[in-house]
């Protein structure tokens, strides 16, 4: 009996995914359908003003900013309300 192999054909069905624009609306059911939640944790590193060539940094006010925007579109947890969960 001959082996089927699979690497080529999930190629193919990756790239009829992609081309077809499924992927996206597959991937947000499939978040939805998950068994446990799943929580994004964010990590900045080296936020501040000092302009150091050699340990790049985001600026304050830009941390700000996106700070301020992750609270508007998305709900903030703390890390003690996510183990709550």
Excluded: C, W
């Excluded at 994004?40 to 304050?60: A, C, G, K, M």
Aim: proline share 5%; aromatic share 10%.
């Amino acid at each position: 009996m001959k082996a089927i192999r699979t690497a080529p054909i999930l190629k193919l069905a990756a790239k009829a995914l992609y081309h077809t624009r499924l992927i996206h609306p597959l991937s947000v059911t499939a978040g939805y359908v998950r068994r446990h939640a799943a929580f994004q944790i964010l990590t900045y590193h080296r936020v501040n003003d000092e302009r150091d060539p050699f340990f790049p940094s985001i600026l304050t006010n830009t941390f700000k900013r996106h700070m301020a925007y992750v609270a508007r579109a998305y709900r903030v947890l703390t890390v003690e309300e996510l183990v709550e969960r």
